[in-house]
């Protein structure tokens, strides 16, 4: 029991959650520089399919939304083309999916996140069921939640919900992606966000995170430190295809 309890409070870093694992699929980090200065998030997205990886991130304003890299080549781009981060006043939000801005609008009525992934549900990709992975930071209170919705049954029938909420700590950062490796179907996301170690330089953590990615199936990654007391940011962007 002891032991157990020692691992639950281990911190990992990024590359010890994610190297020599071929598909983690799409990836959120939420965290705190060791200084206690700023805010961290991390968005990445990986693929299979030939629709799965015609994709780029590209910053909008203070915001960032997913496009095809060859538009000629979209098959659906229902579940590939959304904001996968949108600023709010006094936070951020950051999902894997157009649930970004559900929470948002939700939010902008006094609402809550939970109530708006209340909502919402997995994919309709079966049989894989691609989780909905999503995070909300709160900067006034130092602040961030997580969630991931996820189907109960392999038939894909019903919603399970999971939230998450956390404070702020410096150094520390919590990781949620949507599957446990590559498979057939492929396996969802288990347990609890892992906890992980946030280093002070986004250049680092960016750097950390492309590496340990796996290269084959690897497309984007976005990488944002805000500074709580101002608001700024600073932010780092990776494109594969681009």
């Known amino acids: 029991m002891k032991q157990n309890m020692l691992e639950t409070y281990q911190i990992q870093t990024a590359g010890d959650l994610i190297k020599d694992n071929p598909y983690v699929g799409r990836g959120i980090i939420c965290g705190m520089t060791g200084d206690g200065n700023k805010a961290v998030s991390a968005y990445f997205i990986m693929g299979r399919s030939s629709n799965s990886r015609n994709r780029i991130f590209v910053e909008d304003g203070g915001d960032l939304m997913i496009r095809p890299f060859d538009e000629s080549k979209v098959e659906d781009p229902s579940l590939i083309i959304y904001y996968p981060l949108r600023m709010t006043d006094g936070g951020m939000i950051v999902t894997n999916g157009d649930q970004t801005d559900t929470i948002r609008d939700f939010m902008a009525e006094g609402k809550t996140s939970v109530e708006a992934l209340r ?118 962007l990776i494109n594969k295809y681009e």
Not at 150 to 163: I, L, W
Not at 198 to 211: E, K, L, V
């Open 119 to 236: 909502t919402r549900e997995f994919e309709p990709d079966g049989p894989n069921f691609t989780p909905r992975i999503s995070s909300v930071f709160d900067f006034r209170n130092k602040s961030y939640s997580m969630s991931i919705l996820k189907s109960e049954d392999p038939e894909g029938t019903s919603c399970a919900r999971y939230f998450f909420e956390y404070s702020m700590m410096p150094g520390l950062g919590h990781f949620i992606h949507t599957y446990e490796t590559d498979g057939s179907p492929i396996p969802t996301f288990i347990g609890e966000p892992d906890r992980l170690a946030i280093p002070d330089d986004i250049g680092d953590f960016t750097d950390a995170i492309w590496n340990d990615l796996d290269e084959a199936n690897k497309i984007s990654l976005y990488v944002r430190y805000v500074d709580l007391t101002t608001g700024g940011y600073e932010s780092r």
